[in-house]
T-cell receptor, first 112, second 112 residues
Framework: DAKTTQPPSMDCAEGRAANLPCNHS???????VYWYRQIHSQGPQYIIH???NNETNEMASLIITEDRKSSTLILPHATLRDTAVYYC?????????????FGGGTRLMVKP | DGGITQSPKYLFRKEGQNVTLSCEQN?????MYWYRQDPGQGLRLIYY???????QKGDIAEGYSVSREKKESFPLTVTSAQKNPTAFYLC???????????FGQGTRLTVV
């Protein structure tokens, strides 16, 4: 699986957009980009995933560059409850060994 | 409600004792996983199972054992051979062949 690189921490003002970058320069053509977040002392929560097109759901938007070597998770109007560690994962979706590999993630602090 | 349940939330054990962590899901998922998380770190895969009566070691299986006798249940035993068992343990499940995993709320194990 391709490795990902994320900044260890970021701050964001409440109500502003939070843009969380992820570098996955060795991603292969059949690997998806997944984002999860983990609020303190809870299990990770799925946010969004994509292959090459930009995706949006009720939680966030995912922007993937044309060369697929990086992506950005956008929380359009961050709230204090969005304070969490955000994990970017790239993974082949298939039948064998579809377990997730989590790195250190980005610790997002939303401030009033 | 459908979901994945871990119990107990907090667990204390004396050094040298084996302890079993429970994980139950009613999502009809084939695949189940166990992860360990240490403070300030990402998740590390202990064991995973893609089908009943079958499981594979993850990255840090030493000192742990699992069973998968029923689709709904994937208990993890932390044995006395695990040298540093104090950690936050997370169980997850997914439909086989997908990477969208659902996590339990975790069990915080403290060995004294």
């Amino acid at each position: 699986d391709a490795k990902t690189t994320q900044p260890p921490s970021m701050d964001c003002a409440e109500g502003r957009a939070a843009n969380l970058p992820c570098n996955h320069s060795t991603i292969s053509g059949n690997e998806y980009v997944y984002w999860y977040r983990q609020i303190h002392s809870q299990g990770p929560q799925y946010i969004i995933h994509g292959l090459k097109n930009n995706e949006t759901n009720e939680m966030a938007s995912l922007i993937i560059t044309e060369d697929r070597k990086s992506s950005t998770l956008i929380l359009p109007h961050a709230t204090l409850r969005d304070t969490a560690v955000y994990y970017c994962i790239v993974r082949v979706v298939g039948d064998a060994g579809n377990m997730l590999t989590f790195g250190g993630g980005t610790r997002l602090m939303v401030k009033p | 409600d459908g979901g994945i349940t871990q119990s107990p939330k907090y667990l204390f054990r004396k050094e040298g004792q084996n302890v079993t962590l429970s994980c139950e899901q009613n999502l009809n998922h084939d695949a189940m996983y166990w992860y360990r998380q240490d403070p300030g770190q990402g998740l590390r895969l202990i064991y995973y199972s893609q089908i009943v009566n079958d499981f594979q070691k993850g990255d840090i299986a030493e000192g742990y054992s699992v069973s998968r006798e029923k689709k709904e249940s994937f208990p993890l035993t932390v044995t006395s051979a695990q040298k540093n068992p104090t950690a936050f343990y997370l169980c997850a499940s997914s439909i086989r062949g997908t990477t969208e995993a659902f996590f339990g709320q975790g069990t915080r194990l403290t060995v004294v």
